[in-house]
């Protein structure tokens, strides 16, 4: 995945060449890394390394080692002592069998995704540690692949959470952090009390921005993200969207 830097363009959340230095264009500010020999630089987005020590943005990683650091996608690399996320090492992670179960990025394009070692199954959303998903199977475990939701033998998780009284058999993703099973509608690990199953429909277009509201109704209410509103007020968050 890596590769020796090339780039002379300041792009957000990439590393970039300027008089002889390497760079990384952060969101406020560029940031110099020290004693980095650009020519011998690799770099895959915003992880990067050179001889001297490995890096995750401008924030160089304390003990990490260039010659067995790898890029594992966007939310994840390792090397012979430790795996880390974009914000910190994860404790206690097997090397030898760790693995990522999906690409580690959301639509939105922030870092986030779910891996699993031999003994356990971790969740990373890009702000804070990463989290252990509890009671977990780690054999049957995987992504569905929108880094929201997984599923093992026995739950179905949404945000590194097991849905509440889910149905495996019958549950589906509707769409937008929606989805449902043979009695009930949940927004992402929550069940939406009260909402019909039968008539539940998401109404954020498909086309709508990843940062839009997510909207849906059914025979009886009106809903944003897993909220009851008026129909007027709804409706008006729904022109916007369209509209924009």
Avoid at 82 to 97: E, F, I, M, N, R
Avoid at 125 to 137: F, L, S
């Amino acid at each position: 995945m890596m590769r020796l830097i090339t780039n002379r363009d300041p792009i957000s959340d990439e590393f970039f060449l300027r008089d002889g230095n390497v760079y990384f264009c952060g969101l406020y500010e560029n940031t110099l890394l020290k004693a980095v020999d650009s020519k011998e630089f690799l770099c895959w987005h915003y992880w990067g390394k050179s001889p001297s020590g490995c890096f995750m943005g401008g924030v160089r990683l304390r003990g990490a080692d260039p010659k067995s650091f790898r890029v594992l996608n966007y939310s994840y690399a390792i090397d012979k002592t430790a795996v880390y996320t974009t914000s910190g090492k994860v404790p206690g992670a097997d090397l030898a069998s760790f693995q990522t179960l999906d690409k580690g990025q959301t639509t939105s394009g922030y870092a986030q995704g779910y891996a699993k070692d031999a003994q356990q199954v971790y969740f990373h959303n890009g702000d804070g540690k990463v989290k252990i998903v509890r009671g977990a199977d780690v054999s049957s475990f995987q992504s569905i692949g929108d880094t929201f939701f997984a599923k093992d033998c026995f739950r179905i998780y949404g945000f590194g959470k097991p849905l509440p009284r889910v149905d495996l058999l019958s549950w589906e993703l509707l769409g937008r952090w929606y989805s449902r099973d043979a009695k009930r509608v949940f927004y992402l690990n929550r069940e939406i009390k009260g909402a019909d199953r039968n008539s539940f429909t998401v109404c954020t277009p498909l086309n709508a921005s990843p940062m839009s509201d997510h909207l849906a109704q059914d025979k009886d209410h009106f809903y944003r993200n897993d909220e009851i509103i008026e129909k007027e007020e709804w409706s008006a968050i729904l022109l916007e969207i369209t509209q924009n």
